[in-house]
């Protein structure tokens, strides 16, 4: 949700970013990625996206990235690693310790806790 601008050519450009990120967050994303696609100057793009999501590029990509991850979590028949690859994550190692962090328990774990394995399936 952005928060209040002033100017909607800055408020344009925050919405060409997002859209930038959500069309392209399964692969390896920089901030130089995102400055380049709205024809900007880095630093300027990091604050501008800073001051009107209230968290960095960086972050706002890994809670993306992290809540589509959980969405495929839900098919049981989806390896994490699949998951880790499919929302932009080249190491599925590093994909397990982020959504460690973020979440308190690896994938697989949060997996069966967010109720994907239904009572039917475990007998």
Not at 90 to 102: A, E, G, H, I, Q
Request: net charge positive; charged share 20%.
């Amino acid at each position: 949700k952005l928060r209040t601008m002033s100017g909607s050519h800055r408020e344009e450009l925050v919405h060409c970013m997002l859209n930038f990120i959500h069309e392209h967050f399964h692969r390896p994303l920089q901030l130089n990625d995102l400055a380049a696609s709205v024809n900007l100057n880095a630093s300027y793009v990091s604050d501008l996206f800073s001051s009107a999501m209230g968290v960095t590029f960086h972050r706002y990509l890994e809670e993306y990235r992290l809540a589509l991850a959980k969405k495929l979590l839900g098919d049981p028949t989806r390896r994490v690693r699949e998951v880790a690859y499919a929302v932009g994550y080249s190491n599925p190692n590093y994909f397990r310790n982020v959504f460690k962090l973020r979440e308190g328990v690896p994938p697989s774990l949060w997996r069966i806790g967010s109720g994907s394995v239904t009572a039917a399936q475990c007998g």
